[in-house]
Structures are given as C-alpha cells and as structure tokens.
C-alpha cells in the first residue's frame, strides 16, 4: 500500500491575518491557492505514471476540501470520502490566540504547555477544553482500522499540520522520540510513502 499525505495550502490563518487559525473556513492566501494548485498537478503526475486503484480522503476543512475538490476534478478515484476523523488537533481555550497572546490571557496554563514541550512530552499535552497528540492518535488509528478492508491500492489523505505529524508516526511506525524531534508538513508539502518508508518529499 502506497500513501500521499500532503497538507492543504496556506491560509490567511496561517499569515496571522485571521480571527481563529483553527476555522473550518478559513481561506486560503494568494499563495495558498497557487500552493494547492502545484499540488494538484505534482499528485496528479505521480498518480498517472502508475497503474493505480486511488482513494482519496480528506478533513472536512475548507482548505482541505478546496485540494480534493481540484484533484477529484482531474483524476478518477475508486472513492472520495470526506472524513471528520483527519480533522486539525482541537485546541480549546488555545484556539484563536497565538501562543504570545495566550502566554499573556493564561500564563500558568502557556507554563504548562512549555514544560511539557522542553521536555519533550508535547504528545501527552491536552489543550484546555481541547486535545492532545495522543486524542489524535486514537483517531487516527480509528481511520486506519475503517479503511483496513478498503480494495485500493494507493491512498491520497489531505489533512493538517499537527493531524499529518501523527497519521505519518503510525504509517513510520516511529516511536514517540521521532514525534518529539521531528519538524511537520509546511503547507502544500506532499510526502509518498510506501511499505513504512518515506520515498519522497515535495516542498
């Protein structure tokens, strides 16, 4: 079984040009759109070189949801499913602040947040009134296990930052000190990998 994972483009969120960096509906940035419609055309060759039964499935986000709408366009897949489970990490009382701001509305709680961060336990952090990475994980294990029986042989998954960090953790199979250690998907990055090993990275 063969993967694409890749991350949607980039927002006005993303700039700090938006109220809520976590809105479902948040736009996409000039670049942004130039950005998804790379990817679209980098996937889309990728997908035509092979011989491939191709699924694709996407977070419910506008900004994922614009990428599968372009590439659903262009290509035929066996299924395209919207998917709630590779949703972003909800982050709670965080959500809508920087982490600057956030220091200065919450200080004890942001305190929190650096410790377990420097000491390299962010997987177990839970946003107040939100999620940790290990929420995430368990979601996506549960995604996992309801496309284990699926017949397609290559999967295109269009997720988020924190959300793609830990569907390539499972996928790796990396313990938790790769997950502490390792950088995530810039916007539009696309990473291939087959039999538990990245084969390629497209910035």
Same mark, same amino acid.
């Given at each position: 079984?063969?993967?694409?994972?890749?991350?949607?483009?980039?927002?006005?969120?993303?700039?700090?040009?938006?109220?809520?960096?976590?809105?479902?509906?948040?736009?996409?940035?000039?670049?942004?759109?130039?950005?998804?419609?790379?990817?679209?055309?980098?996937?889309?060759?990728?997908?035509?070189? #092979?011989?491939?039964?191709?699924?694709?499935?996407? &977070?419910? %986000?506008?900004?994922? /949801?614009? !990428?599968?709408?372009? $590439?659903? @366009?262009?290509?035929?897949?066996?299924?395209?499913?919207?998917?709630?489970?590779?949703?972003?990490?909800?982050?709670?009382?965080?959500?809508?602040?920087?982490?600057?701001?956030?220091?200065?509305?919450?200080?004890?709680?942001?305190?929190?947040?650096?410790?377990?961060?420097?000491?390299?336990?962010?997987?177990?952090?839970?946003?107040?009134?939100?999620?940790?990475?290990?929420?995430?994980?368990?979601?996506?294990?549960?995604?996992?296990?309801?496309?284990?029986? #699926?017949?397609?042989?290559?999967?295109?998954?269009? &997720?988020? %930052?924190?959300?793609? /960090?830990? !569907?390539?953790?499972? $996928?790796? @199979?990396?313990?938790?000190?790769?997950?502490?250690?390792?950088?995530?998907?810039?916007?539009?990055?696309?990473?291939?990998?087959?039999?538990?090993?990245?084969?390629?990275?497209?910035?």
């Amino acid at each position: 079984m063969k993967y694409i994972l890749v991350r949607h483009g980039e927002t006005l969120q993303n700039l700090g040009q938006g109220a809520n960096e976590l809105d479902p509906n948040a736009s996409l940035s000039p670049k942004g759109l130039d950005q998804t419609k790379r990817a679209v055309e980098k996937i889309s060759e990728i997908l035509l070189q #092979e011989n491939v039964r191709a699924s694709l499935y996407y &977070s419910p %986000y506008r900004r994922t /949801k614009n !990428l599968a709408e372009l $590439l659903s @366009q262009k290509l035929s897949f066996v299924r395209v499913r919207e998917e709630p489970l590779l949703s972003e990490i909800q982050c709670g009382l965080f959500s809508g602040y920087t982490m600057k701001n956030y220091a200065l509305v919450n200080p004890d709680e942001y305190k929190k947040f650096i410790r377990y961060k420097n000491e390299k336990c962010r997987f177990w952090y839970r946003f107040p009134e939100g999620e940790s990475p290990f929420d995430v994980y368990v979601r996506v294990r549960l995604f996992f296990a309801q496309i284990e029986n #699926e017949d397609e042989n290559f999967r295109v998954i269009i &997720s988020h %930052y924190n959300t793609l /960090k830990i !569907l390539e953790l499972c $996928l790796l @199979q990396a313990d938790l000190n790769w997950y502490e250690e390792t950088s995530g998907f810039d916007n539009a990055e696309i990473h291939i990998i087959d039999d538990g090993k990245i084969v390629d990275q497209v910035i």
